[in-house]
């Protein structure tokens, strides 16, 4: 890691959609300032996508404590005790960036550790194109496999909605980092708005429960922390059928959730997005929310409209 000006993620926050932010962030932030691009471990990304252009961090010790899940060295404050200790030892000037926060945009040598998705100034620095087109090309074992021309033969023939459910309806989970649960009566009311038979209109979603009558397909996820999910050879991840699914239907009502937004970003689809304007967390309330959908996938998919910094995603 010595030896040139860099971008380090301390953490990976979330799970693949939310990985994905910060992801594009280090792409477009390496390739704006000339920096190398270290992470702790491998992720989704470098089984679907041709070329990343991250490297894992090469210092044992470094990634070690990076990588810990204990509460006493799971923290921000933990992981910027590591970079000072590799700084002292490699005689290294590694500091802390928080890409929120438009005032930092420009420093060099840096290390985050942020979703990088929670101001409107961040996506106004992307290129549309490039994130398509190189930052988030599939490789030719991903689009070569049985599963994506299965999935691409469908393509633009059927209208899809997304429920977003699991950890935000689990009473157990209660770090749910600010989810409300969209009620299945928006999405119908939304179909009749725009025109679509509410018989026609597939769904896709993560709820295990069934309360909600969709099916969930059996597929285990055995995710673990730092990599993400494990990876299987017919469907490549529990998750991605789902995700294929979504990016090439005709249509698509997607959810507050950055799994189903990703996916609309990388279609062709006409999209419906629900436009967020307060915040009921399910776990305290048992409470779904009634939300207006609008054309298009700018509403951000979990900031309030009016209340955050992050009203919209705009990336041209």
């Not at 991903?142 to 469908?154: D, F």
């Not at 673990?224 to 990016?247: A, C, N, T, V």
Request: net charge negative; aromatic share 16%.
């Amino acid at each position: 890691m010595t030896g040139r000006n860099k971008i380090v993620l301390l953490h990976w926050n979330g799970r693949f959609g939310n990985r994905m932010f910060t992801y594009v962030f280090l792409r477009h932030y390496a390739e704006k300032f000339k920096l190398d691009i270290w992470v702790p471990s491998n992720w989704e990304g470098d089984v679907l996508f041709e070329d990343t252009g991250c490297k894992i961090i090469d210092d044992d010790e470094l990634r070690l404590y990076l990588n810990q899940t204990i509460p006493e060295l799971d923290s921000l404050d933990a992981r910027l005790a590591a970079i000072n200790r590799y700084n002292q030892k490699n005689g290294d000037n590694i500091s802390y960036m928080n890409p929120d926060d438009p005032g930092q945009f420009g420093r060099i040598n840096v290390c985050i550790d942020s979703l990088a998705c929670y101001h409107d100034s961040i996506f106004r620095h992307y290129s549309r194109d490039k994130i398509l087109n190189n930052y988030c090309r599939f490789s030719d074992s991903i689009t070569g496999s049985e599963l994506y021309k299965r999935m691409q033969a469908r393509q633009g023939t059927y209208h899809i909605a997304h429920l977003r459910r699991d950890d935000i309806v689990n009473p157990e989970i209660t770090s749910n980092q600010g989810y409300s649960v969209i009620s299945r009566q928006s999405y119908e009311k939304a179909f009749v708005k725009y025109g679509y038979d509410l018989e026609t209109v597939e769904w896709v979603t993560d709820d295990k429960t069934g309360n909600w009558g969709i099916i969930y397909p059996k597929y285990e996820d055995n995710w673990r922390y730092p990599e993400g999910s494990q990876h299987y050879q017919e469907i490549i991840f529990s998750w991605f059928p789902d995700f294929l699914k979504l990016m090439f239907a005709k249509t698509i009502f997607r959810a507050n959730s950055s799994f189903s937004w990703w996916a609309s970003f990388l279609s062709n689809a006409k999209v419906y997005s629900p436009r967020l304007h307060t915040r009921v967390l399910f776990h305290q309330t048992g409470q779904e929310t009634d939300f207006e959908f609008e054309e298009g996938n700018h509403p951000h998919w979990l900031c309030i409209y009016g209340q955050d910094q992050c009203d919209d995603i705009i990336i041209k």
